[in-house]
């Protein structure tokens, strides 16, 4: 009590509201730039991953709850993963298209130059009427409307190859071979 009244008389409520304890440093926070390059290299994908990691590293056992503060600590977040087309670039595959492209789909041009053959590049792509959502920081899980899901629209294309004709076949169904034969 008369430390109480020792902080009033230095600095009124003020000084009262001031908290003092600063509370024990973790023994994680030495092996933290080894834990965080670690975490860089391959990030866990849960914190029990992230768990088992510190022990391996530092032998000492933590708590999930601990190893989310933790995480946080050293400025970790959960945030939804973006994607960037992948390449696949290695020299195996180079040469494996290469081939594809000498071998089987040069003397096919050839052959549509010539009036034999026609040639088409096709794909698909299937649209979802629905929400895909992402992360958000809040207090509380928020919900919007969203449609069910269950309606598609599938769009196949076709594209000549030395032509600029474009034929499409849609449907909400599938796109399978009946629906590659339709046109």
Same mark, same amino acid.
């Given at each position: 009590m008369s430390e109480y =009244? &020792?902080?009033?008389k230095s600095g009124g409520i003020e000084e009262l509201k001031k908290l003092g304890y600063q509370g024990q440093g973790? &023994?994680?926070n030495q092996y933290k730039s080894t834990i965080e390059e670690d975490f860089r290299v391959a990030p866990p994908r849960n914190i029990a991953e992230a768990s088992q990691r510190i022990e391996q590293i530092t032998g000492i056992k933590r708590s999930p709850t601990q190893v989310r503060e933790f995480r &946080?600590? +050293?400025g970790m &977040? $959960? +945030?939804k993963i973006g994607y960037v087309p %992948?390449? %696949?670039a290695n020299e195996e595959k180079i040469n494996e298209q290469e081939k594809f492209r000498k071998e089987q789909l040069e003397p096919l041009l050839e052959e549509a130059k010539q009036g034999k053959k026609a040639v088409y590049f096709v794909d698909a792509a299937h649209f979802i009427h629905r929400a895909y959502l992402g992360f958000i920081w809040c207090f509380e899980r928020l919900? +919007?409307?969203s449609p069910s899901g269950r309606k598609r629209f599938n769009i196949l294309g076709a594209v000549n190859a =030395? $032509?600029?004709e474009i034929i499409t076949v849609t449907n909400e169904t599938y796109i399978n071979s009946v629906s590659v034969c339709e046109r």
């Open positions: =009244l &020792k902080q009033y973790s &023994k994680l &946080k600590k +050293i &977040k $959960t +945030i %992948g390449k %696949g919900f +919007i409307a =030395l $032509t600029p």
